[in-house]
């Protein structure tokens, strides 16, 4: 069969540009991108004062698509889409990139239909005609175009958000959902202490909020009031995302881990194997390198991975012992680089852990539950209230299949799908004395803080704590999913309903306004249940947010 003939566009400044079948401008790119990475770590390396021109974001970035043709009914062909600065088919839905590429093809042969092809991304993905582009590929990125209908993919999942952040209402917002993330397919969302980041079912990252760590992977130190991509290679799928205090970890589908932000090597997402924070070859200190990632956990200043052979590694600051490895002294304090929790849990197989404020627990293949870290507020669960530096057995009587940790609080949820809530939910807040002063106008309302808490004892004065004086409260709801923050709490009911509590002076608990600065545990409304049952939720700061499924294809 011949060969197509290249095909050129009307305008190729503004839409786009047709290669011959010999073109290879994805792999060119792929090179560049490797090329531009590799004279950034360089110069990082030679410890220059100006920033490579790589990672300083362009004010007007055009999205950039490649797209090959792969089918029976015509010969192949490449397009390279450069789209309209406004953001043209960013935000809009894939059939109209799917009706650009079958108008120019067939502008020398007859041969496809819109209704006879769908798109691909370059991970295997099929993309529905109503999806945006954005949530499966980067600036950049290469897309195929195959024979075939478009595939029949259930209604998106919608996220929806309530509470505050940098550009809501000071009082807080009602839940809503979020229009930036819609046709995106939203798969995980974590959030820090006052930025959120969402992942794809592409393996995407958007993130917004608060940049002034780099924790939004942009390159910069720029906040973003709007979902915004990270500097991720197009060809890096992330499968899991995880945001700690001011910065964001990932991990790859291969089992690879990428981290920016505060603590890490660069605001520019890096491979963490490559850079100083994974470990010290030369001392056969060899970190996370030959590692297969399967999950990681972000707290407010450590970290942890699991590997496929369900061992644990943490890294990070370790001054309440968080780390697991039995250091005290100077050893305790300071960065450190990733090595295995052992002690008790050497012999051990992990199925789940999270890291919290200054804690961190772990639940085994065997429903035993280990904690090391602070417990001075009752956070692990454990009888004693100290540090403990090394892992210790937590007696909770109920096997555990999950563990969710906030900055002073951790969720269990037992394999009858009950929750435990051991600690107390507790922020240096206003006292409702001291918000109605301020409402009465008798004086000034005190200023609130939106997050910073950190993982350590806090003082006792103005200091509210939630849960009963025993530190454990079961609860009886019966809960599929739950996310625990600073100083509040969500919960994902098995009817699809959410229930929050803790600090609610922003309505980040329940969604709405109460008289009590703290809220026992009820109902978040004015989310239409009757249409989405509740899928995950992830919260922090002020910030709550969910992923609602819709319960009617």
């Given at each position: ?33 490797a ?31 490649y ?9 192949p062909a ?11 088919f ?16 067939n ?9 006879s092809?769908?798109l691909?991304s ?9 999806d ?8 950049g ?7 075939g209908?478009s595939p ?11 509470g505050?952040?940098s ?8 839940p809503s ?33 608060k940049n ?10 720029e ?10 290679p ?18 790859t589908?291969?089992?690879e881990?990428?981290?920016w932000?505060r ?16 470990g ?6 060899m970190?996370?390198k030959?590692?297969?990632i399967?999950r990681v ?21 370790n001054?309440f ?44 293949k ?23 530096p090394?892992p210790?057995e ?11 940790a ?29 918000m ?30 939630m ?10 709801e019966?809960?599929t ?7 509040h ?21 329940i ?10 545990p ?22 709550s947010?969910?992923?609602?499924q819709?319960?009617?294809?």
């Amino acid at each position: 069969m011949a060969e197509a003939p290249p095909l050129h566009g009307e305008d190729k400044e503004e839409i786009a540009e047709i290669e011959g079948v010999t073109a290879d401008a994805y792999t060119s790119v792929a090179q560049q991108r490797a090329s531009d990475r590799k004279r950034r770590e360089q110069a990082e390396d030679r410890r220059e004062d100006h920033k490579p021109k790589f990672i300083q974001p362009q004010k007007e970035k055009r999205f950039k698509i490649y797209m090959k043709y792969e089918g029976r009914k015509g010969p192949p062909a490449w397009i390279k889409s450069r789209l309209p600065k406004h953001g043209g088919f960013e935000d809009g839905a894939s059939v109209a990139i799917k009706k650009m590429f079958v108008n120019f093809y067939n502008r020398v042969r007859e041969m496809l239909s819109v209704h006879s092809v769908h798109l691909r991304s370059e991970t295997g993905i099929a993309i529905p005609d109503e999806d945006s582009i954005a949530g499966y590929v980067g600036y950049g990125g290469l897309i195929y175009v195959v024979d075939g209908s478009s595939p029949g993919k259930l209604p998106e999942n919608v996220v929806y958000f309530w509470g505050s952040n940098s550009w809501s209402d000071p009082k807080g917002d009602t839940p809503s959902p979020v229009l930036t993330l819609q046709r995106k397919r939203i798969s995980q969302i974590s959030v820090g202490k006052e930025h959120a980041v969402a992942l794809t079912e592409g393996g995407r990252v958007f993130a917004w909020g608060k940049n002034d760590f780099g924790q939004l992977g942009t390159g910069d130190e720029e906040n973003r009031a709007l979902p915004s991509y990270t500097e991720l290679p197009y060809e890096t799928y992330i499968s899991q995302i995880a945001a700690g205090g001011n910065y964001t970890i990932g991990a790859t589908k291969r089992g690879e881990v990428w981290s920016w932000g505060r603590f890490q090597a660069s605001n520019f997402p890096r491979l963490f194997t490559d850079t100083w924070c994974n470990g010290y070859e030369a001392k056969g200190e060899m970190g996370l390198k030959g590692l297969k990632i399967v999950r990681v956990c972000a707290g407010d200043q450590h970290m942890g991975a699991l590997t496929k052979e369900g061992k644990l590694y943490t890294w990070g600051y370790n001054d309440f012992g968080q780390l697991g490895w039995g250091l005290h002294g100077e050893g305790r304090v300071g960065q450190q680089r990733p090595n295995q929790v052992k002690g008790l849990l050497e012999n051990e197989e992990i199925i789940d852990f999270a890291c919290g404020g200054g804690h961190t627990v772990a639940v085994t293949k065997n429903c035993r539950i280990f904690g090391f870290g602070s417990n001075t507020n009752g956070q692990l669960g454990h009888a004693m209230r100290q540090c403990f530096p090394e892992p210790v057995e937590i007696p909770l009587g109920d096997p555990v299949s999950k563990v969710r940790a906030g900055w002073q609080c951790t969720a269990y949820i037992t394999e009858s799908a009950r929750p435990i809530i051991c600690g107390g939910i507790r922020a240096e807040g206003p006292s409702v004395a001291d918000m109605q002063a301020g409402e009465d106008g008798e004086g000034p309302a005190p200023e609130m803080s939106r997050g910073g808490y950190g993982g350590g004892p806090q003082p006792e004065a103005g200091v509210m704590d939630m849960v009963s004086t025993t530190g454990v409260e079961v609860m009886t709801e019966v809960v599929t999913e739950a996310s625990v923050g600073e100083a509040h709490g969500i919960l994902v009911c098995y009817d699809g309903t959410l229930r929050g509590w803790g600090y609610n002076r922003q309505k980040q608990a329940i969604g709405d306004e109460t008289d009590d600065t703290f809220v026992k545990p009820q109902a978040v409304d004015d989310i239409p249940f009757d249409a989405y049952k509740g899928l995950s939720v992830a919260v922090g700061g002020a910030q709550s947010y969910a992923i609602m499924q819709p319960r009617h294809p």
